[in-house]
């Protein structure tokens, strides 16, 4: 077992873990942050979307010991403090979820759209989403979902 310290939703965390444990694991298991789901385990279905330095990642093939110290990793939990989020009120004014499994990798994902293309086409949308899965089918009001959250923070900038 090796000592990590992991900056997680803006506070360094501690845990102790075996080289090699996912990342996915560590949040889940050791750090009670149960919001980042297990899918697949192949990052083939993104429910285990974080962001890393912002960029989206698959937290369950992400070794633990490949992050550097500093890293910023934010996940469903570090996004709002009363989940308000633009993009998670979106999410809930579009009624998106269904089972609600994959929604965590669905925001994560979405926002990490909307900070790189605040306006997307809803074709750009499509396919930077194309990686997360939704088993109950919810594609289009997750799209809507995303087109409401970028004219709300088209609105308030």
Excluded: F
Excluded at 136 to 142: D, E, F, K, L, V
Aim: with cysteine.
């Amino acid at each position: 077992m090796e000592n990590y310290t992991l900056n997680i939703n803006g506070k360094d965390q501690q845990v102790k873990v075996t080289k090699g444990t996912s990342l996915l694991w560590a949040l889940r298991e050791h750090l009670g942050l149960t919001g980042t789901k297990y899918g697949c385990g192949i990052a083939q279905c993104g429910s285990c979307t974080i962001h890393v330095d912002g960029k989206p990642m698959r937290a369950c093939v992400l070794p633990i010991d490949t992050l550097s110290v500093g890293q910023k990793i934010t996940t469903i939990e570090g996004l709002s403090e009363h989940g308000d989020h633009p993009v998670q009120k979106a999410w809930i004014a579009a009624q998106a979820p269904q089972c609600g499994y994959c929604q965590s990798g669905q925001v994560m994902q979405a926002v990490a759209l909307l900070e790189q293309n605040p306006k997307p086409t809803r074709q750009e949308i499509k396919r930077y989403m194309n990686g997360i899965l939704c088993r109950c089918g919810t594609y289009m009001r997750i799209v809507k979902a995303i087109e409401l959250a970028s004219n709300t923070k088209a609105s308030n900038t």
